[in-house]
């Protein structure tokens, strides 16, 4: 089973419309993270949370907002969709403990496409 | 101007091949290094990763840092089919508590048969 799962994996919506995408994880780690992934322009982070009460804005959180329910799960929200924000999205959780690569391991991707 | 520059490719080559992917960076406080390897339609899995300067080597990829020339390089050998992905260079500073890590755009690699 996969340790990091979002949900859905593709999405088409239009202009204006409200969408979460949702991550959920088993690994037990403390960071969670959004990325989004356009061509050319690699990984750019988005909101990145470090326990159930930290959250902080990444290089262009614009436009979005994120909720960590709890320590498994993240979710990231469009709350007015728009076509510039279609991109392959990205949920990704670290450990704190022992890991100064801050290795990431990420999900399998969320397709959003704003019409 | 990005803090890490990579370019995108594509980068194709036959089976058997050895492949140079490269990265430049503009923060002289970086000094963990790593190399994450996407397959098609996956997310990103960390492939290699190195303290500072040096190289390491693993089976047929090694990882070079250049630290005085702000430059780190991942070195494929004996290149396979399975190796066609796209490969990211990121990087964090020793200092950040943050831990907030810095990727590259993202190389893509084919290698043919």
């Known amino acids: 089973d996969a340790d990091v799962t979002q949900t859905p994996r593709n999405r088409i919506t239009k202009t204006g419309k409200r969408i979460m995408l949702e991550c959920s994880q088993t690994?037990?780690?403390?960071?969670m993270y959004w990325y989004r992934q356009d061509p050319g322009l690699g990984l750019r982070l988005i909101y990145y949370s470090f326990d159930v009460k930290d959250i902080n804005k990444g290089e262009i959180s614009d436009g979005y907002s994120v909720s960590r329910q709890a320590q498994a799960k993240f979710s990231l929200s469009l709350e007015s969709a728009i076509p510039n924000q279609t991109a392959l999205y990205f949920c990704a959780t670290s450990d704190a403990k022992g890991n100064s690569y801050n290795e990431q391991f990420f999900g399998p991707g969320t397709r959003l496409t704003v019409l | 101007q990005k803090e890490v520059e990579q370019d995108p490719g594509p980068l194709s080559v036959p089976e058997g091949a050895i492949v140079s992917l490269n990265c430049t960076y503009s923060?002289?406080?970086?000094?963990?290094f790593m190399w994450y390897r996407q397959y098609s339609r996956k997310g990103p899995e960390l492939l290699m990763y190195t303290y500072s300067s040096g190289n390491k080597e693993d089976g047929r990829f090694t990882a070079q840092v250049d630290k005085s020339s702000k430059y780190i390089s991942l070195f494929i050998r004996d290149s396979q089919p399975s190796d066609s992905a796209t490969y990211l260079c990121a990087m964090r500073d020793r200092g950040s508590t943050l831990g907030r890590l810095y990727f590259g755009r993202g190389t893509q690699l084919t290698v043919w048969p």
């Open positions: 690994k037990g780690h403390d960071r």
């Open positions: 923060n002289s406080a970086f000094q963990y």
